[in-house]
């Protein structure tokens, strides 16, 4: 839920900034067109004014130059005055100084020619406004009355009896500033709708690519770098997204290195851990095996030395319990110092080609004497030519151990079988005992060092609970295998060797 909710959080801020981007073009836009709408209203009036004074001029200056050159009347000259008039929307008038037209491009002159009488003696003050005044010419607004209309006109001497005026109608000029007025604000109601439509679409494709970007780093800060961004974009954007790709390529293979020595470096605690409680136990267990042989030897050894005993026998008797715990103690030091060369490869593992026929038979036959002792009958079908490859010595150490360990607990029957099986290229060798099976729970338990089944049974015939952590030790040593099962008339230990 809480991922949901992050991820709508900021669609909605690209859904904003979409808006905001929109909005901010819009108003930009909508400012310029305001602007431009302004600057219409206020100077395009004036700015036609000033155009029409200026072809204003341009006429009366070729009025003059006419008048000067004695063209007034020629065909060229009306043809000239006709050109100018059309393109400058303009009326010309030439009196003299009785109000006669000397010269017109209209049709009805009188009347004109009687307004600029008026203008000339300075009658029609009231209904003009002069805007330019030279010593060759004035411009004015005036207003004709015989129409109430507005106009723009130029007017003056050409000489002592001859006048002149032109003017342009000011309606024209203010309808085309009306007309522009209105378009402009028609057109740029348009542009603005056009241009809300377009900048959206292109504000879309713009943020929908930082979406993509945005939802890329939502999984990057979850450390999902699953997450791609997909854009095809060559601009900045792409070229970001293209970085960020990269970037969770990198955090992902830097995480997965750092979660991996985070897991060697959590194996390596908890072997530290492991080893510090197995040497504690280690320690204890020696302590406990060699606690109660010292007890004895120290109990007995004061007997003797404080004479409590004083016949023979009885001397002789203390002295074989001292000899007999003191042959325990070596037992165990022996085996304690064997299995600590072979765990800490001290005791350098040397391969070689054997017969491991041969090597059954000897060791059978060094415990001939403690089974005869003890009834016990050892089955062997001997087979000359089974050869292994391995540590000689070792194989006999661990042979030795299942031998010694099945003498220990054989009951039953009475009845030790040594077994060897072809395995492809491996040989399995099994030692079997007749009597009571190993408890379930304690089976995996066999391989650790000082671990008994029995303690009371173990400490009758001075075992130390060792020589299964030898075998353990010498077998791992060797990369084989070995184990135990039970059957319902006994127990069988094995463990195989390469024969090639």
């Known amino acids: 839920m809480d ?79 006709m050109r100018l008039s059309n393109k400058y929307n303009v009326s010309v008038v030439i009196t003299d100084s009785r109000s006669n037209t000397i010269y017109s491009n209209i049709k009805d002159p009188e009347r004109i020619s009687l307004q600029l009488r008026d203008i000339v003696f300075s009658r029609d003050k009231m209904n003009r406004e002069s805007v330019v005044e030279t010593k060759e010419y004035a411009i004015s607004f005036a207003t004709d009355p015989y129409n109430n209309s507005d106009y723009l006109i130029i007017w003056g001497a050409l000489n002592e009896t001859s006048f002149f005026m032109i003017r342009t109608p000011l309606e024209s000029v203010r309808e085309a500033v009306h007309l522009s007025n209105s378009m402009l604000r028609l057109i740029g109601l348009v542009a603005l709708l056009l241009a809300g439509v377009v900048i959206w679409f292109v504000t879309k494709k713009i943020t929908d690519p930082i979406m ?126 064997s299995l600590n060369q072979v765990e800490s490869g001290q005791d350098t593992m040397r391969m070689e080609r054997f017969d491991m026929d041969e090597l059954i038979r000897n060791c059978i036959e060094s415990f001939t004497l403690m089974c005869e002792q003890k009834g016990i009958s050892v089955f062997y079908d001997a087979r000359p030519g089974r050869f292994v490859w391995a540590d000689e010595y070792q194989v006999e150490e661990v042979l030795r151990n299942y031998l010694s360990n099945a003498l220990n607990h054989c009951s039953g029957k009475k009845e030790i079988a040594v077994r060897l099986e072809e395995q492809g290229e491996k040989l399995r060798i099994a030692v079997f005992n007749s009597g009571d099976p190993i408890p379930e729970e304690s089976l995996p338990r ?43 008339d006994g127990v069988e230990f094995w463990f195989t060797l390469e024969t090639k």
């Open 3 to 81: 991922r949901e909710r992050q991820k709508k959080k900021h669609i909605g801020f690209h859904r904003s900034l979409k808006r905001d981007m929109t909005l901010i073009y819009i108003i930009l836009l909508g400012a310029t067109l305001l602007a431009c709408w302004v600057v219409n209203v206020c100077f395009l009036e004036g700015s036609y004014f000033r155009y029409k004074e200026d072809n204003l001029v341009e006429v009366y200056r070729s009025l003059r130059e006419a008048f000067e050159s004695k063209k007034i009347g020629e065909e060229e000259f009306e043809d000239e005055i």
């Open 212 to 337: 993509s970007l945005v939802e890329v780093s939502q999984h990057m800060a979850e450390l999902d770098f699953e997450s791609r961004y997909c854009g095809d974009s060559q601009n900045e954007i792409g070229v970001l997204g293209e970085n960020m790709n990269r970037l969770s390529s990198k955090l992902e293979e830097n995480i997965c290195h750092l979660k991996s020595a985070n897991l060697e470096l959590q194996k390596d605690v908890e072997a530290r851990r492991s080893a510090d409680e197995r040497r504690a136990e280690f320690l204890a267990n020696v302590s406990h095996e060699l606690k109660t042989p010292i007890a004895l030897i120290q109990g007995y050894a004061e007997g003797l030395k404080d004479g409590v005993i004083e016949d023979e026998e009885s001397r002789d008797y203390y002295c074989d319990v001292i000899l007999d715990e003191t042959r325990k103690m070596n037992h165990l030091v022996k085996m304690l110092i």
């Open 446 to 488: 066999l391989w650790e060092k000082f671990y008994k089944v029995d303690k009371a049974r173990t400490r009758e015939y001075g075992g130390s609970g060792l020589g299964l952590s030898i075998v353990k030790a010498i077998m791992d040593s060797l990369n084989q295998e070995y184990g135990v099962r039970n059957f319902e």
